[in-house]
């Protein structure tokens, strides 16, 4: 069976991040987008499974470094190869796998920043997170499933680390074609 749609149209599950700053030519506040990819989970972790957690932490931070300077740093390259090797989580190797997919893509745009630096850290931002396969959606909920992700942005500078306001959204499911997202009884 074949989709509708080309493959290179299907995302993987993304953070889209959003806030507004003071354009430098001439002051006035504009729109800041950006999107990251989402770190994977780790519910439910054995206690021997916390080193493959830092690693796939430290793994998911040089990819988003490289979609920051657009330049894959070969070391942290060779380390997420061998993290891979190393899971025997499917789920966690398809998460920690996208990486690779990313810095291959990093690789392919020759040096251009993926995400470009807001001029100054951002104090107010949205962030639309996927739909979680289980648990809430309360925003410390989507804090802490989305942790490494708010580091990163904080300590790279995008976000402010006091006093930062984050509004959580989730990003409703599409239905596919042809589908009802939730059936109506008053209808059948």
């Known amino acids: 069976m ?14 889209y991040v959003a806030g507004f700053v003071d354009r430098e030519s001439d002051g006035e506040v504009v ?5 990251l990819p989402c770190p994977p989970l780790w519910e439910g972790r054995q206690p021997g499974a916390w080193a493959a957690e830092r690693r796939a932490r430290r793994a ?12 894959v740093d070969q070391t942290e390259s060779t380390k997420l190869d061998r993290l891979l090797k190393d899971l025997r989580s499917r789920g966690a190797a398809s998460a920690v796998g996208h990486f690779r997919t990313v810095m291959d893509f990093v690789r392919r745009l020759g040096g251009e920043p993926v995400i470009p630096s807001p ?3 951002l104090d107010a931002v949205v962030i639309t997170a996927p739909p ?9 909920e989507l804090a802490e499933r989305y942790r490494w992700a ?3 942005l904080t300590t790279r500078r995008f976000l402010v680390s006091k006093e930062l306001r984050v509004e959580w959204r989730v990003r409703r499911v599409t239905p596919r074609r042809g589908t009802r997202a939730i059936p109506n009884p008053d209808r059948e």
């Open 132 to 140: 979680p396969a289980a648990g809430g959606v309360r925003p410390d």
């Open 60 to 71: 998911y931070f040089a990819t988003l470094d490289a979609m920051r300077t657009g330049v």
């Open 150 to 152: 708010l580091d990163w």
């Open 2 to 15: 074949t989709t509708p749609f080309p493959l290179a149209t299907m995302r993987a599950p993304a953070l």
């Open 119 to 121: 001029p100054a850290p």
């Open 31 to 35: 729109p800041f987008t950006f999107r």
